[in-house]
Nanobody, 122 residues
Framework: VHLMESGGGLVQPGGSLRLSCAASGFTFRKYYVTWVRQAPGKGLEWLSS??????WYADSVKGRFTISRHNAENTVYLQMNSLKSEDTALYYC??????????????????WGQGTQVTVSS
């Protein structure tokens, strides 16, 4: 079982990035997939989740971030637009058999990746 995030990097404020979460070793489409992030010195922040055609967003990213999934490719994406310096964090994707609460720890998910760093700076 493997989840791997990619697509992070350095971007200027106002810019965009698309993160990818590639899964292998389990029936991806049967799981809720969630993006969370952890900024330096802060706790884990839930951003968005997707299951089938249903999506959920945190207020902090609603209207700027879009989650989508491509089941045939076992991949979930997070399109991030209008990035701000406060979006700087390590971004993780995680999979779970049920929708977890927004304050769940990473270890409460069934699977999670190693994270991809996003840095928003001029």
């Amino acid at each position: 079982v493997h989840l791997m995030e990619s697509g992070g990097g350095l971007v200027q404020p106002g810019g965009s990035l698309r993160l990818s979460c590639a899964a292998s070793g389990f029936t991806f489409r049967k799981y809720y997939v969630t993006w969370v992030r952890q900024a330096p010195g802060k706790g884990l922040e839930w951003l968005s989740s997707i299951y089938s055609d249903n999506t959920w967003y945190a207020d902090s990213v609603k209207g700027r971030f879009t989650i989508s999934r491509h089941n045939a490719e076992n991949t979930v994406y997070l399109q991030m637009n209008s990035l701000k310096s406060e979006d700087t964090a390590l971004y993780y994707c995680a999979a779970s058999v049920r929708l977890l609460s927004s304050n769940s720890r990473l270890e409460e998910y069934n699977y999670w990746g190693q994270g991809t760093q996003v840095t928003v700076s001029s």
